[in-house]
């Protein structure tokens, strides 16, 4: 038994990363919290927000830093989780970008897990945990989101040494799986202030942005605790930190922990999402869309439609490449049950300059 996971849908997605191909993502973030019981509410004031997190709260001062954020308009979801054991639940297939889960591949999710999973599809692609999250379920969190290949987690840790526990785990639950990317990352900073979710809010609104390229912000203000050492050790542990660069109070590397670049993911997310959106809204319409080449041609043209506005905004290098099998060549059995398997595209995902080499030559 199939079983869908939060948003049913008739398009099934089922993407085949290269290794340097990377990417997705939509605006909207998430904030975790740990409480004394499990609900989910979204949020679209911080005033709204007050009314069930006061003052007091990590939640209300992450949500508060979220919104200060310039030109931020959008919702926060606030998902709190407690102690009770989560029930068995399903765990997506390992084909990134594919929705459907199956009961053969079951497994009991911890309560942290299991909020997350529950609202795995609500459209945030940024989920920023508050100081209340301990690190074993940041750990846990992290595994989960890794397997799914959905939604980034993006944590403030409040020394080295905490990010190179977390980079520890990561890297080794990580490594050598060229199919996936990581989408965990973590930025040490030694303060009350709230880097992280200023850094996520920022990018989910201004795609495409590398997170190492985002600055100026209120509560992003260079870390007078940590030394030379300290910045060389965060970035051996693929971390960030916010430092001076010429004058701008910046993120300094916009990395997950596992070492691919976070922005590489988010916009592989956000152009499969809005490919299975676009197809989705056309079967809604459609009462009886045939099996038939004209069938066909329109998907593809929606598919074109998708590729033209994300190369447009600089998130694809080139359009999307789309095949698909003629309708005379497709066998009878899934004709009979109604699927059109034998579509595929390939697309690649623009990098930014990150680092800049030059040979300097100067006369004395």
Do not use: C
């Amino acid at each position: 038994m199939s079983v869908i996971i939060k948003r049913p849908t008739n398009v099934h997605l089922t993407v085949s990363i290269q290794q340097v191909v990377k990417g997705v993502g939509k605006p909207a973030i998430a904030i975790l919290t740990k409480g004394t019981s499990t609900k989910a509410k979204i949020y679209s004031t911080i005033d709204d927000l007050s009314q069930d997190y006061n003052e007091s709260t990590d939640v209300f001062e992450t949500a508060k830093a979220a919104f200060e954020v310039p030109g931020f308009n959008e919702s926060v979801e606030v998902l709190q989780y407690g102690s009770t054991a989560a029930l068995q639940a399903p765990t997506q297939s390992s084909d990134n970008g594919n929705v459907s889960t199956s009961d053969s591949n079951t497994t009991a999710l911890t309560p942290v897990s299991q909020i997350v999973a529950d609202h795995l599809f609500d459209g945030f692609n940024y989920l920023v945990p508050d100081k209340t999250v301990p690190e074993t379920d940041l750990e846990d969190l992290s595994d989960f989101l890794y397997d799914n290949q959905r939604v980034v987690l993006y944590a403030q840790l409040n020394s080295v040494a905490d990010l190179q526990k977390l980079s520890t785990h990561v890297q080794s639950y990580q490594k050598d799986d060229k199919e996936k990317q990581g989408n965990t990352g973590a930025i040490v900073e030694t303060s009350d202030r709230k880097p992280a979710v200023q850094i996520v809010a920022y990018a989910s609104i201004n795609a495409p942005t590398d997170l190492g390229h985002v600055g100026n912000l209120s509560q992003m203000v260079p870390d007078d605790d940590l030394t030379q050492s300290d910045y060389e050790a965060i970035d051996s542990a693929n971390g960030s930190v916010v430092v001076n660069k010429a004058d701008w109070a910046m993120s300094n590397s916009g990395k997950a922990l596992k070492g691919n670049y976070i922005d590489q993911f988010v916009h592989v997310q956000m152009v499969t999402d809005e490919i299975k959106r676009v197809i989705q809204n056309y079967l809604n319409s459609q009462k009886f869309p045939a099996y038939d080449e004209s069938t066909v041609s329109m998907i593809e043209k929606l598919i074109d439609g998708v590729s033209k506005e994300y190369t447009a905004n600089g998130i694809l290098v080139d359009p999307i490449v789309v095949t698909s099998t003629p309708i005379n060549q497709v066998p009878d059995r899934l004709v009979e049950d109604r699927e059109f398997s034998k579509f595929g595209f390939n697309f690649k995902i623009a990098n930014d300059v990150q680092d800049i080499n030059a040979n300097v030559n100067v006369i004395v």
